[in-house]
């Protein structure tokens, strides 16, 4: 099994330090680093837009994971391309035409991932996983960090990882949404590649010992060789 790998989000940090965050993350090594866009009408939250994004660019080479919570995400993918979004993800129920929004990303040599809500299935994405470098599963409701993870999740990534494993696919999977020290060996026996946290790193008094506990956590899990079957 490849190795799991973290991508925090920033979005239960401290923004008046995110430069401060963005190194820290840096010198923690993670894979990615997970930033959280809402429109405050896709989810009733507001967070923050490109602008924010782009002096952060320089301070790291650790790949930008972007998250659009926002209706019309294909309007704005330009600007988080400029701001140095290295995989953009939109959401399945923001836009009409899946396969155009994907396609605008790849346009621009980026990846391209798809994100769906709790109350989404998972089968509607099958026919896109070919053309998918991601599939972000929401494990709560999008909008505020710090929610009860939803078990159920897990069985739509089966059902994902089942056929990208039958069809030969490079798409990812990734999860996001009350990822903790109990949750993360679950998700990363279900075969899911990127786990974000929020809370669970930031919330923590020592966010680099979290990360470090979070890693910990999902190596047991691969060495204990606890697999789920598809
Ligand atoms: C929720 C966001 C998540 C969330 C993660 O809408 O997409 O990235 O903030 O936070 P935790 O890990 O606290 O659930
Ligand atoms: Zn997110």
């Given at each position: 099994m490849a190795k799991t790998a973290l991508s925090p989000?920033?979005?239960?940090?401290?923004?008046a330090e995110i430069k401060k965050t963005i190194k820290l993350l840096d010198k923690a090594g993670v894979e990615y680093i997970h930033f959280d866009i809402m429109d405050g009408n896709f989810v009733p939250n507001l967070t923050f837009g490109p602008k924010i994004i782009k002096p952060l660019r320089p301070l790291t080479k650790t790949v930008f994971d972007v998250h659009l919570m926002i209706q019309n995400p294909e309007k704005y993918t330009p600007l988080f391309i400029d701001a140095g979004a290295d995989i953009i993800t939109f959401h399945y129920e923001a836009v009409k035409n899946v396969a155009k929004a994907i396609n605008l990303i790849k346009s621009y040599g980026k990846k391209a991932g798809v994100s769906i809500k709790p109350k989404t299935p998972a089968t509607v994405l099958k026919k896109y996983l070919k053309d998918l470098?991601?599939?972000?599963?929401?494990?709560?409701?999008?909008g505020f960090g710090g929610q009860k993870f939803m078990p159920e999740s897990l069985q739509k990534a089966a059902i994902l990882k089942k056929e990208i494993i039958k069809k030969g696919y490079k798409c990812l999977l990734e999860i996001d949404g009350g990822i903790n020290m109990e949750t993360a060996p679950l998700a990363a026996a279900a075969g899911i590649d990127i786990l974000v946290a929020g809370s669970a790193i930031f919330g923590a008094k020592n966010p680099m010992s979290a990360i470090k506990q979070l890693r910990?956590?999902?190596?047991?899990?691969?060495?204990?060789?606890?697999?789920?079957?598809?």
């Amino acid at each position: 099994m490849a190795k799991t790998a973290l991508s925090p989000s920033i979005l239960d940090s401290n923004f008046a330090e995110i430069k401060k965050t963005i190194k820290l993350l840096d010198k923690a090594g993670v894979e990615y680093i997970h930033f959280d866009i809402m429109d405050g009408n896709f989810v009733p939250n507001l967070t923050f837009g490109p602008k924010i994004i782009k002096p952060l660019r320089p301070l790291t080479k650790t790949v930008f994971d972007v998250h659009l919570m926002i209706q019309n995400p294909e309007k704005y993918t330009p600007l988080f391309i400029d701001a140095g979004a290295d995989i953009i993800t939109f959401h399945y129920e923001a836009v009409k035409n899946v396969a155009k929004a994907i396609n605008l990303i790849k346009s621009y040599g980026k990846k391209a991932g798809v994100s769906i809500k709790p109350k989404t299935p998972a089968t509607v994405l099958k026919k896109y996983l070919k053309d998918l470098d991601l599939v972000l599963i929401m494990s709560v409701e999008p909008g505020f960090g710090g929610q009860k993870f939803m078990p159920e999740s897990l069985q739509k990534a089966a059902i994902l990882k089942k056929e990208i494993i039958k069809k030969g696919y490079k798409c990812l999977l990734e999860i996001d949404g009350g990822i903790n020290m109990e949750t993360a060996p679950l998700a990363a026996a279900a075969g899911i590649d990127i786990l974000v946290a929020g809370s669970a790193i930031f919330g923590a008094k020592n966010p680099m010992s979290a990360i470090k506990q979070l890693r910990a956590a999902i190596a047991g899990t691969q060495k204990s060789k606890v697999k789920i079957q598809f």
